[in-house]
């Protein structure tokens, strides 16, 4: 499924096939959490050059249900995407539900945020919501420990995350020769281990040798510092076969995305630039730009003056803000619309750098460019 096109150096252009057409890498995925990347069409989407959108299980599974995404044909076809889609295992929501939550070897019983209701998943569960979902890339069910977190209890994660990936596989496997009809998702294994290196490697040497068609970093950007979470990336990186995607879970900012691309990794996804959009900030080409700020009130430049998109063409900052001041939909609209063309813009010129050799380069041009905060 993994096609490599090119390598600068450590970093990789390559190109992903699934049951729902194929999309290039270094991909970021905007994340769809009910199944709708927060005020954007489907259109928008594939307007602003996005290859894969991201589902989360757990919402899906809550509201509306697997049954009904499953009847509507799964999620690419249920929101009107009808390209590549990728689930997470619902493991990272359910965990974040700490006070709610029961964890045992088995899996995990949690109370619905929106109902109160009981759930039980397990890794056998979540595989068969995933299928029913319909994604063409399924992650397995992990234990993500929270940050920080203290190595026997980081132990722990590793040893479930391993002992769960096998159930999964296993499952997974089940699935795929029972439901002949449907969808094939591809699994992909996730490694944890905290901030500790012997644990990362210990998990990514035991997820690796599940032969996974894909392996995730997972575990990070919970809250470590920008240190920790790249040495922790150097360090689990080495252990993923190059011959198959590897995706760096819930990164990050522009400069993580490449720190990242220069190890190595193919996949990234991110709630950053559409919450931040929402909330008064989005990405420029000189830096993060909060536009709800005061200082923009009569400002009549667009939210990034070097943006060729829809909306950098036509509206301005002072709009945004009013837009913003006045909770007015268009403005959500508007802002996560660039934020979300700002990433995918981004991913677009890594992989052309990376495709004519000048990634390096372009590394350093972009980050001198977005730190002089020029324009803001
Ligand atoms: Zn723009």
Redesign the pocket.
């Known amino acids: 499924m993994f096609n490599l096109i090119a390598g600068d150096s450590n970093a990789r252009r390559g190109e992903i096939a699934t049951p729902h057409g194929v999309f290039q890498t270094p991909a970021f995925m905007p994340v769809g959490t009910s199944g709708a990347v927060k005020a954007l069409t489907s259109q928008d989407l594939e307007e602003c050059g996005a290859g894969i959108i991201l589902g989360n299980t757990y919402h899906l599974y809550l509201r509306p249900g697997t049954e009904i995404v499953k009847n509507q044909g799964g999620l690419a076809s249920f929101n009107g995407w009808n390209k590549p889609t990728l689930t997470d295992s619902g493991g990272f929501q359910v965990f974040s539900l700490k006070d709610i939550s029961k964890i045992n070897d088995d899996g995990v019983e949690f109370q619905s945020h929106y109902d109160g209701s009981r759930h039980l998943f397990t890794p056998e569960k979540v595989m068969e919501i995933e299928h029913d979902i319909g994604a063409d890339i399924i992650m397995a069910f992990d234990q993500c420990v929270p940050y920080p977190a203290d190595n026997k209890l980081a132990a722990e994660g590793v040893r479930r995350t391993y002992d769960w990936a096998k159930r999964c596989k296993e499952q997974h496997q089940r699935l795929l020769e029972w439901r002949t009809g449907d969808i094939k998702p591809s699994l992909f294994g996730i490694v944890q281990g905290s901030v500790y290196p012997d644990l990362r490697t210990q998990s990514a040497e035991q997820i690796v040798s599940l032969d996974f068609p894909g392996n995730a970093i997972g575990g990070l950007s919970v809250g470590e510092t920008k240190g920790e979470m790249e040495e922790m990336l150097a360090h689990t990186i080495q252990y993923l076969p190059e011959e198959k995607p590897r995706y760096f879970m819930g990164v990050g900012y522009p400069e993580d995305l490449l720190m990242a691309v220069s190890y190595g990794v193919d996949m990234f996804d991110c709630v950053l630039p559409t919450r931040n959009a929402r909330t008064g900030c989005v990405f420029t080409s000189d830096g993060p730009l909060v536009y709800r700020n005061a200082s923009y009130a009569d400002d009549s430049r667009?939210?990034?003056p070097n943006?060729?998109?829809?909306?950098?063409q036509r509206y301005s900052r002072s709009y945004l803000r009013h837009m913003y001041n006045q909770s007015e939909i268009t403005g959500m609209v508007l802002a996560t619309?660039?934020s979300t063309?700002?990433f995918q813009n981004l991913m677009r010129q890594i992989r052309s750098a990376i495709q004519e050799s000048r990634f390096a380069a372009f590394r350093t041009d972009f980050l001198e460019k977005y730190n002089s905060g020029e324009s803001i």
Request: hydrophobic share 25%.
């Open positions: 667009p939210l990034d943006c060729d998109c829809k909306v950098c619309y660039h063309y700002f």
